[in-house]
């Protein structure tokens, strides 16, 4: 028992140290970039995170939360499949508007929508598996990457655009996320039990039985971060 507790605590001190130290990390550079880079250009980056933090929320329906209800292997293999392709569905329809909007926008704000559900669909499976260690050091890691490389891109391009900023963090979250959701489905061998034309069947169902948690769930969390991230649309809207 004793054993059990100390290995317990052992994987809580590492998971808040890297939580912390991301955290760390973020607050650190973000204060560096902001000397690097015009207000208005780090304006539009943030107006960008905003938009993308908000799609992302419905980008997976909240279907990855079935993850925590049914935690049969068997059966989660189909319960990811099916949380994944309504994000790339959710992703390729916030394309078709940004095309007309701010087409030279929508390649990069798709791609990170895309990346936001992979991440989160990879979370709630490492969580479910025990895998949120691994997780918390894998993203403790990897969070210097993307401000060293807005940093390197000030030094080298001088005040550059927010065209910039908005490419690398798409491709950045696009590759990281990619990598930790192969990451953590390696980590537990999953496997696909049915040919192809079945698989698609018994995902279907999925989405059909768990058609509440994007009915309930996921409005209220919407109208939560609405709430948040709104006025920074208004605001920008009145600075015009």
Known sequence: ????????????????????????????????????????????YLIYLAYVSMVVLISTGFY??????????????????????????????????????????????????????????????????????????????LSPVMPLLFMLGAKVFGQS????????????SFFVSTVLLVYVLSLNKIKFTYPLTKSIYFSFCILRRYIKLPKYKMTAELIGVLSLRLPLFVIDRFLQ
């Open 1 to 44: 028992m004793l054993r059990s507790l100390f290995k317990g605590g052992k994987r809580f001190s590492v998971i808040t140290f890297c939580n912390v130290g991301v955290q760390i990390t973020s607050l650190i550079f973000f204060t560096i970039i902001a000397r690097l880079y015009e207000p208005e250009i780090l304006g539009e």
């Open 64 to 141: 990855e939360q079935a993850l925590f209800i049914d935690t049969k292997d068997r059966r989660q293999a189909y319960i990811l499949a099916a949380t994944l392709s309504v994000a790339f569905c959710i992703s390729l329809v916030t394309f078709i508007p940004l095309v007309l909007i701010i087409p030279e926008y929508a390649v990069f704000v798709s791609l990170s929508v895309f990346a936001g559900a992979m991440r989160v669909v990879a979370r709630s499976y490492g969580i479910v598996n025990g895998r949120l260690c691994q997780i918390a050091v894998y993203d403790f890691m």
């Open 161 to 172: 655009s927010s065209y910039f900023l908005i490419s690398v963090n798409s491709m950045v």
